[in-house]
C-alpha cells in the first residue's frame, strides 16, 4: 500500500443525501485523485416526488421511485467524478423506511428493520476491498432523527468494529453545521428573500446543527468543487430544487446550499487543530503506514 491519504469512504441512507451533506468534500477528493467510495443504503423509495410530472412514481401509486432515483444518483456521481458508488447489498436490498411513525417502517424490508450485524457485514466487506482511511456518515442522531439515517450511522459505525481484523479504518467523520454559520446563513437568506421559494428553513428544520465548538473540521471547496455540488444536487431532480446558492426540498423552504462542509469527529485520530480547510484536512494528522504494513 503506498503512503499517504488512501481513500474516503461514505455512508448515507437515500440518493441526494450524499449531495447534500458531502458534495464539495466527494469532488474535491476525486479531483485530487483520492479514492472516493459512496455506499447508499437503500433507493429512497418513499421520497416525496416534487415535479408534477413525476408524481405517478411516488410509493403510493406506480412505487416506481426507487429506479428512478437510482439514474438520478449515477448523474450526480458524474458531476461529482465518482465512479464508485454502490448501493449496500445490491439495488432493493433494503428499503427506504420513510419518516418515523409512518406505516412504511413496518415494510419487511424496510432498513430501519433489517439486521445490523448482516448489514454492517455487507458494509464491512467493502470497507476491507476499499481500504479507506477515513469513513463519513452521519451522528447517532441521524442528522434529524430519520430512522433510516439512525440505521446508517449505526451500519457504519458498526462495520468498522467488524472490519478492524482485517483493515483498520483511522478516522470516522460525522457530518454537521455549526450554529453560528447555519444562524448567519439564514438571517442573511431572509435579508436577501427566499427568491424563487416561499419562505426560508428554521435552524430546527436543517440536520445535524451542533454548538461551534463540537465542530472538528471544515472542508471549504474551490469554485469547480461547488459548481458539481451545484449540478449533482440539480440532477436529484425528483427531491430538490436548486436556484443558484439555495435550494429546497418537498417543503419548498429555502435552504442554503453550502460550499464549506462540516465534520465531528466520531471516532479514531483526533483532527490536528488548525487543519488546512481544504479536502486534505479530512486525513490530517493520519501517519503515512509503514512498508508492507496492513490496514
Known amino acids: 500500500m503506498s503512503s499517504g491519504p488512501s481513500g474516503v469512504l461514505l455512508v448515507h441512507a437515500h440518493p441526494d443525501d450524499e449531495s447534500i451533506n458531502n458534495g464539495v468534500t466527494m469532488a474535491a477528493c476525486a479531483a485530487a485523485g483520492t479514492r472516493v467510495t459512496l455506499v447508499t443504503c437503500t433507493l429512497g423509495e418513499e421520497g416525496e416526488v416534487i415535479p408534477d410530472s413525476l408524481t405517478h412514481l411516488a410509493a403510493d401509486r406506480e412505487d416506481a421511485l426507487g ?135 428554521t435552524v430546527g428544520d436543517l440536520p445535524g446543527v451542533v454548538p461551534d465548538a463540537e465542530v472538528a473540521l471544515a472542508v471549504t471547496g474551490t469554485a469547480e468543487a461547488y459548481a458539481a455540488k451545484q449540478a449533482a444536487l440539480g440532477a436529484h431532480v ?37 487543519s488546512t480547510d481544504d479536502v486534505s484536512g479530512i486525513f490530517a494528522g493520519l501517519a503515512a503506514p509503514g512498508a508492507g504494513e496492513e490496514r
Open 67 to 201: 429506479p428512478y432515483r437510482a439514474d438520478e444518483l449515477a448523474t450526480a456521481m458524474a458531476a461529482l467524478g465518482v465512479t464508485d458508488h454502490r448501493l449496500l447489498g445490491g439495488p432493493g436490498r433494503y428499503r427506504d423506511s420513510g419518516m418515523l411513525g409512518l406505516p412504511s417502517n413496518d415494510h419487511p424490508d424496510a432498513f430501519c428493520r433489517a439486521d445490523l450485524d448482516e448489514a454492517a457485514g455487507l458494509l464491512a466487506e467493502i470497507v476491507v476491498e476499499t481500504r479507506p482511511r477515513v469513513v463519513i456518515t452521519y451522528d447517532p442522531d441521524g442528522g434529524y432523527g430519520h430512522p433510516d439515517h439512525i440505521k446508517a450511522h449505526r451500519v457504519a459505525m458498526r462495520a468498522v468494529e467488524l472490519a478492524a481484523a482485517r483493515h483498520r479504518v483511522d478516522r470516522v467523520l460525522w457530518n454537521c453545521l455549526p450554529l453560528s454559520e447555519v444562524e448567519r446563513h439564514l438571517t442573511r437568506l431572509r435579508q436577501d428573500g427566499p427568491g424563487r421559494f416561499p419562505d426560508v428553513v
Open 238 to 274: 425528483t427531491q430538490i430544487e436548486v436556484a443558484g446558492e439555495t435550494f429546497a426540498l418537498s417543503n419548498g423552504l429555502a435552504q442554503p446550499l453550502w460550499r464549506t462542509e462540516y465534520f465531528r469527529l466520531g471516532l479514531g485520530e483526533p483532527v490536528p487543530p488548525g
